[in-house]
């Protein structure tokens, strides 16, 4: 798949494992984490083999965040994506959104 990071936060972390913004800082097991599923998002060929990883936790949420993906980072931390497919050739563009903490 192709990766498309829609903050620059994100970026950073996935280039350099830090940030040089305050707000978005993380532990570096979760950073670490963080570089690995970004890893496995570019790897798979499409979105159905995140289904078979059982460690991931892929799921399509719904209400007011529907159409939006996301896998686990850790037991408290989740990459929430959007997917978007292209015709001619298919080419699976996964937009990263955010690192968001899943018991807020």
């Known amino acids: 798949m192709t990766i498309q990071f829609d903050k620059e936060y994100l970026s950073e972390l996935y280039y ?8 978005h800082r993380f532990q570096p097991g ?9 890893i496995t998002l570019a790897e798979a060929p499409n979105i ?4 078979v990883l059982n460690s991931l936790n ?8 529907a159409g939006i993906s996301f896998i686990r980072i850790d037991l408290k931390y989740r990459l929430e994506f959007k997917v978007e497919e292209m015709e001619e050739p298919i080419i699976t563009i996964c937009n990263i959104l955010d690192i968001t903490n899943h018991y807020k």
């Open 48 to 51: 159905e083999t995140l289904y």
């Open 58 to 65: 892929y799921e399509v949420l719904t209400g007011d965040k």
């Open 30 to 38: 979760i950073v670490k984490n963080y570089v690995k599923r970004i």
């Open 16 to 23: 350099t494992g830090k940030c040089s913004d305050k707000k």
